[in-house]
């Protein structure tokens, strides 16, 4: 690991136990982290899966839009290294996704189309049970070496720990609510995004960086502020002019 990327390690880490320690709020939170990983790992994109109390795997958070559509197809068929890093409880390893049509048939021709050429899975496990999958996309062949999947896994539990904090893990009843509270949030978010994007014909992307930049600029929850647009209390042209308006930090 270089200097520079150890110090970007370093700052990553710092940043997330800075939130963790505070109010935060766990989809900015996990979002954070899918962009972390792409960037400290050299993957093209990253994605998040978290399971609901029922053990069903939710589109939870990712880096980019090609890889938000990916995880949703693996869903939907209910194939992938995601589902089966979740399923096992084990890191899965597809370093050259073209040896692997066999083993994923739906998946892999989805996931090539999207331009991956490799994919690795990383459980988030919490007391030895996983309540989720970090994947990780690359855009060309190759295995992240050790380093790089202990730096990945790390990062996976530390989503773990975002979503469900030991102070409030006492049992699966507590573990389940939190788990459902971070997917209700998730599906609000996507409504927002909906809307925003729709109100001043943006991307889905765009429209998420609009909603995350009035939310901190503003000091309140990205979740809150979601919830604002879906119910009305927030007006939309009025976030969309805010971001718009000239000096606004990202």
Not at 52 to 69: I, N, P, Q, V, Y
Not at 146 to 164: C, H, I, P, S, Y
Request: glycine share 8%; net charge negative; hydrophobic share 45%.
């Amino acid at each position: 690991m270089n200097d520079s990327r150890e110090r970007r390690v370093i700052r990553a880490f710092v940043n997330l136990s800075n939130e963790l320690a505070g109010d935060y709020d766990v989809i900015d939170m996990l979002a954070t982290l899918t962009t972390h990983c792409a960037d400290l790992l050299d993957v093209a994109s990253a994605g998040l899966l978290l399971s609901d109390g029922k053990g069903t795997l939710h589109l939870a958070a990712s880096s980019s839009e090609r890889t938000e559509h990916l995880e949703t197809f693996q869903l939907q068929r209910d194939q992938g290294p995601c589902l089966d890093s979740y399923r096992d409880s084990a890191v899965i390893v597809a370093g050259d996704l073209t040896e692997e049509e066999e083993r994923w048939p739906q998946f892999v021709p989805a996931a090539r189309k999207a331009g991956f050429l490799s994919v690795h899975a990383l459980p988030m496990l919490l007391r030895g049970h996983s309540i989720g999958t970090l994947g990780l996309f690359g855009d060309r062949v190759g295995r992240l070496d050790t380093e790089d999947l202990d730096l990945a896994q790390a990062l996976a539990q530390v989503a773990g720990v975002a979503v469900v904090n030991e102070r409030a893990a006492v049992d699966l009843v507590t573990v389940n609510a939190q788990l459902q509270h971070a997917l209700t949030s998730r599906i609000v978010l996507e409504q927002a995004k909906g809307i925003i994007a729709h109100t001043g014909a943006l991307t889905m992307s765009d429209a998420f960086d609009v909603l995350r930049r009035y939310a901190r600029n503003h000091g309140r929850k990205l979740s809150d502020v979601a919830t604002g647009i879906v119910n009305r209390d927030l007006d939309g042209a009025v976030v969309l002019a805010y971001a718009a308006t000239p000096g606004v930090a990202t």
